[in-house]
């Protein structure tokens, strides 16, 4: 007779499959339908494009004069060029002391080869003065490092800022979204069809897939302003690198979708947010400020590689300077799968003891205890 009274009861909730597709179509339509989004998808794309553009005709602009060191005839190679400054050298030991003290960029020094001379510099070869020489001359460099100097910083930048924008824009919008839906009593139709572990599978899902897709764009923006300013080289080095990148940050987005989505169970109203959202922006932050702090540091980045939250950035920037070999990836792929396989758990528990819980925030410790 209760059956017969209440038609609820006759109705088979929907599948767990079929309700976490659902969830996460719901999810990815109010997010590409929003203006907000698109907008903002849509600037930032431009600014990858145009800051990619830029910066590559604001550095073939001519620069201030250049101080070089010049012994014999090599003086009258260096003073043909405006965009030289010479300070004559007596000789070779003269002319390299001026390098290694900083008052020169590099020094001409005559030799026997085809040209009659050769450049010296001290860290790297100096572009700008071989550019604004009439031919190319051999390049001794006297202390060579293993990469130029700011690309470390700039691709550490690049994959660090790609990662920190698309997980905190997406997991912000689980977070708003859940705590909406527990404000509004929407949650509790919404469990009446489906499972609560669906529920947050389809959150996670669609928003991963809303991430994934962002981060790929932008990845395609990047690669499309390299082959604008024929910087072929480089986006032919990044394209490795810049296909592991995707698939960690999958995992990656997964692993804080969850931590997302189980904080924002805890609470009942948008004002109490912000005391579960900054641990989890912290998390986020890290791989950011990790990566561009210690980029120079091979065992502090060692390390990050290897940690869940830094993984994503710091292991493809390993890999783009060839840092890392080719099991590397692999066995940092595995921890952070195995990682977020366990957060995953954690988080659907805490989903699902606190999704119909109002009023005060519920504590993670009952909320993990307490039987679902």
């Known amino acids: 007779m209760s059956d017969i009274r209440n038609p609820a009861h006759t109705r088979p909730r929907v599948g767990f499959w079929a309700a976490t597709g659902l969830v996460a179509e719901r999810e990815m339509v109010s997010q590409v ?5 698109i907008i903002s998808t849509a600037i930032t794309l431009i600014l990858v494009i145009g800051g990619i553009v830029l910066s590559s005709v604001l550095g073939g602009r001519e620069a201030e004069a250049v101080r070089v060191a010049a012994v014999g005839d090599a003086v009258a190679v260096a003073s043909a060029s405006e965009s030289l400054e010479t300070v004559e ?4 030991a ?5 390098v290694r003290s900083g008052d020169v960029e590099a020094a001409l020094i005559p030799d026997d080869s085809p040209l009659g001379f050769s450049v010296v510099a001290l860290e790297e ?8 020489l009439s031919v190319a001359p051999e390049v001794t460099v006297l202390e060579p490092t293993d990469t130029p100097s700011g690309l470390r910083t700039l691709i550490g930048f690049a994959f660090g800022i790609v990662f920190v924008l698309a997980a905190l824009g997406s997991g912000s919008m689980i ?3 859940t705590v909406q839906e527990k404000q509004s009593r929407v949650v509790e139709i919404l469990l009446a069809a489906v499972p609560a572990r669906a529920l947050l599978a389809g959150k996670i899902l669609g928003n991963s897939i809303i991430g994934v897709g962002t981060a790929a764009a932008t990845a395609a923006a990047a690669a499309v302003g390299l082959a604008i300013t024929g910087q072929t080289e480089l986006l032919d080095l990044l394209t490795a690198p810049m296909v592991w990148f995707v698939v960690f940050f999958i995992f990656g987005f997964v692993l ?3 931590i997302f989505a189980a904080g924002a169970s805890l609470v009942s109203r948008l004002e109490d947010t912000g005391s579960v959202m900054t641990p989890t922006m912290l998390l986020i932050m890290l791989p950011y400020f990790g990566v561009i702090f210690f980029g120079d540091n091979p065992v502090a980045m060692t390390i990050l590689s290897y940690v869940p939250f830094s ?3 710091a292991m493809p920037v390993r890999m783009f300077f060839g840092e890392a070999q080719w099991w590397e990836p692999l066995i940092s792929l595995g921890i952070l799968v195995a990682f977020t396989a366990v957060v995953v758990l954690a988080a659907s528990r805490v989903y699902s003891n606190s999704l119909l819980r109002t009023g005060s925030r519920v504590p993670l410790r009952e909320a993990l205890s307490r039987a679902a």
């Open 33 to 37: 339908r929003s203006k907000a989004f």
């Open 94 to 98: 003269e002319a390299e002391e001026l």
């Open 175 to 177: 977070m708003q979204n």
């Open 125 to 132: 070869a100096p572009g700008a003065v071989i550019s604004a």
């Open 256 to 258: 804080v979708a969850s």
């Open 89 to 92: 050298a007596s000789d070779r």
């Open 311 to 313: 993984a994503p950035v």
